[in-house]
Every structure is written in structure tokens, then in C-alpha cells.
């Protein structure tokens, strides 16, 4: 079964509004977790690392201000997406695990399509 | 040179051919190795890791060359379920920083 939860799996939103996706780990606790974005026919990117109880480390190139990414508990990372437009289109990955060369576990991902 | 190198393919083959993907990386002190499949439109999901001695798993295996810096998957017998990108995958180092490859497309046809 799957050990980690992503929610939504689709939506789709107006040019302007706010997206919230959450990342859920839930056989283990995960105190790293990661953000990945993918554009069609693209490889994973990732966006951000989520660290619970502390800032999120961006990749170059990324937003922080409009990617906000809150890791409040150990099993539970949340990605915003603020002012959504429709070059933010995109299908969003979250993953946890990878800790002593172990493999990432990911969620089933979120479709968003901002029109 | 990128850090994590695959051959985009697609590569088509029958059903029944054995094919062979590719993937060099840069970093020497690498020490995890990983295949995942990735389903259009859906998230990747893990396949096998990649051990220093190699390693199979039925149809599939892998192989390591820690010298070359240079990791192989092998599919023997390719079924049409075997369709499908997949993602040579190494650790970049940091504690869960994985580095993805851009995928090798496989297309296995009637």
C-alpha cells in the first residue's frame, strides 16, 4: 500500500487564486520531505526540500515566496502555490524517505492546471 | 557534464526482445543507485535498486561499474506492460537528495 499520501490528485484553479497540496507520510515519520515539479514529456525537478520544524531549502530558480512550503509535523508537509498563473501549470510530486540510501517513496502526485 | 545522463530513446522493441538501458553520473561519491518506472501521467515508482555486485529481480537486471561511474538496466523477454519511461536515479550525496535522470522511453509493441 502506499506510504505516502498526496492530496489532491487533481485541480484545477483561476489565474490569481492560491493552491494548497499536502504531502502525508503515514507508515513513518519523515522530518525531510521533498517537492518535485514536472512539465510534460520533462524529467522530476526538484522544486524544494521541506525540513519540519524549520525553513525550506529551495533549488535555484525557485520562488520561495510563491511556492510556500510548511512542514509543521513530522508526518505532514504542505505545498502553496500563490497567485497561481497558467505557466504554473503542472503535474507536482511530493516524496519522502531516500534517508541512508534508501529509495524516496512518492505520493501520487497533483495535476494542476490554472486556466 | 550533467549529473545524471540517459539516453531520452524512445527506444521500440517487440515483445520478447531483451533491451538494455544506459546511465552515466558524475559524482564519485555516489553511493545509492536506483531504477524507477514512470507511467505517463502517473508518479515514478521504484523498480530495483542497484547494488555493487549487481543484481536481478526476474526479467529485470541491473549492474553497476562504480569505475566508469556507469549503471545498466537489462529486460529480458519485454512484455507490453514493460512500457513505460524509466528513471536512473543516484543519490546526490546529501541525505535524500536523489538525482533523476530525464528518463529513457521504452515502447514495447505487439
Known amino acids: 500500500g502506499a506510504v505516502v499520501s498526496q492530496h489532491p490528485s487533481r485541480v484545477i484553479c483561476k489565474s490569481g487564486t492560491s493552491v494548497k497540496i499536502e504531502c502525508r507520510s503515514l507508515?513513518?515519520?519523515?522530518?525531510?520531505m521533498f517537492w518535485y515539479r514536472q512539465f510534460p514529456k520533462k524529467s522530476l525537478m526538484l522544486m524544494a526540500t521541506s525540513n519540519e520544524g524549520s525553513k525550506a531549502t529551495y533549488e535555484q530558480g525557485v520562488e520561495k515566496d510563491k511556492f510556500l512550503i510548511n512542514h509543521a509535523s513530522l508526518t505532514l508537509s504542505t505545498l502553496t502555490v500563490t497567485s497561481a498563473h497558467p505557466e504554473d501549470s503542472s503535474f507536482y510530486i511530493c516524496?519522502?524517505?531516500?534517508?541512508?540510501?534508501?529509495?524516496?517513496?512518492f505520493g501520487n502526485g497533483t495535476r494542476l492546471t490554472v486556466t | 557534464r550533467k549529473e545524471v545522463e540517459q539516453d531520452p530513446g524512445p527506444f521500440n522493441v517487440p515483445e520478447g526482445a531483451t533491451v538494455a538501458f544506459n546511465c552515466t553520473y558524475s559524482?564519485?561519491?555516489?553511493?545509492?543507485f536506483f531504477w524507477y518506472r514512470q507511467d505517463c501521467r502517473k508518479e515514478p515508482k521504484l523498480l530495483m535498486s542497484v547494488y555493487s555486485s549487481g543484481n536481478e529481480d526476474g526479467r529485470f537486471t541491473a549492474q553497476l561499474n562504480r569505475a566508469s561511474q556507469y549503471i545498466s538496466l537489462l529486460i529480458r523477454d519485454s512484455k507490453l506492460s514493460d512500457s513505460a519511461t524509466y528513471l536512473c536515479v543516484v543519490n546526490g550525496g546529501s541525505q535524500g537528495n536523489l538525482i533523476f535522470g530525464k528518463g529513457t522511453k521504452l515502447s514495447v509493441k505487439p
Open positions: 516524496s519522502a524517505g531516500g534517508g541512508r540510501g534508501s529509495p524516496l517513496h
Open positions: 507508515d513513518f515519520q519523515a522530518t525531510t
Open positions: 559524482n564519485s561519491a555516489s553511493q545509492s
